[in-house]
């Protein structure tokens, strides 16, 4: 097992733990963007969560520099990511046709959709690093699994 798949699963059991018992939607957020930014603060420069609200993603807890307060649905590497339902590696986000540069230290970006039951989103997790091509199928792997386990306690 790589050392990256080895953190996301130290990660898994210790968010299960943080969360246990908490099912306030701010607080259980902001712990768990503070947790991806603590286990690799060497590539997170920016980690939060964007809510489906209405018809737009609302900024939702963060840890990192300013960010945008919305965006529509289908815009930026977010609101794609919300409508297609899956999630996105972008390796370079200058390559990124319509990318929102809400900082211009982004280089590269994940964005991992959280479904309900029904398979509806209902907000995404947002990763941005300063270094080019960050992010790969084992961090993909481990954010889905950070998303379904805040779907799984925060819409049972």
């Known amino acids: 097992m790589s050392e990256r798949k080895r953190a ?17 939607e701010t ?3 902001s712990n768990v963007t503070a947790l991806l930014r603590d286990t690799f603060p060497e590539r997170f420069f920016w980690v939060g969560f964007y809510l489906v609200r209405l018809d737009a993603l609302l900024l939702g807890p963060f840890q990192g520099s300013v960010a945008c307060f919305r965006i ?6 977010c609101g794609a990511a919300w409508a297609r339902g899956a999630s996105i590696v ?45 992010f790969d199928e084992t961090d993909k792997e481990g954010l889905e699994g950070v998303a379904t386990l805040l779907s799984a306690h925060l819409r049972p």
Do not use: N
């Not at 529509?72 to 590497?77: D, L, M, P, Q």
């Open 72 to 77: 529509e649905r289908g815009k930026g590497v």
């Open 90 to 134: 972008v390796p370079d986000v200058e390559r990124f046709a319509g990318h929102i540069a809400c900082s211009d230290l982004s280089r590269s970006e994940i964005v991992v959709p959280m479904l309900d039951r029904d398979g509806t989103v209902w907000g995404v997790i947002d990763v941005d690093s300063a270094m080019a091509d960050a």
């Open 27 to 29: 607080a259980v957020l």
């Open 8 to 24: 996301y699963s130290l990660l898994l059991r210790q968010m299960e733990a943080l969360i246990d018992g908490e099912h306030d």
